[in-house]
């Protein structure tokens, strides 16, 4: 998909597990400096096509993105980090239908 100097810099592998959920890992190698809206729009584009029309919400399934990332990218100091949607008040969970890692190995 990508390349550096003729070298592979982007992987996408797409699961199901068995209890259904959906995980999109994506390993990339070189920083483009928009992982965060690539991140979202990966997340929304495998939950918004898990629906057909007339479909109840129901269906919809967990889905997970995980980035792992050859670089430096987030200003945590940890490698691991996991977002999920949250109340910016009480920090109450809307949900863990959705759920993003990234797990910075420079």
Sequence with gaps: ?????????????????????IINIEIQLKNEYNMIKRSLYYWSKLYSEQLNEGEDYSVLKRT?????????????????????????????????????????IP
Excluded at 6 to 16: G, Y
């Design 64 to 104: 997970i993105c995980i980035n792992i990332l050859n670089f430096k990218y987030l200003k945590t100091r940890m490698f691991h980090s996991v977002y999920r949607m949250k109340e910016i008040h009480t920090n109450e969970e809307l949900s863990d239908i959705e759920e993003i890692h990234f797990i910075e």
């Design 1 to 21: 998909k990508g390349y550096i100097e003729d070298k592979f810099s982007r992987l996408d592998v797409k699961a199901t597990t068995s209890n259904n959920e």
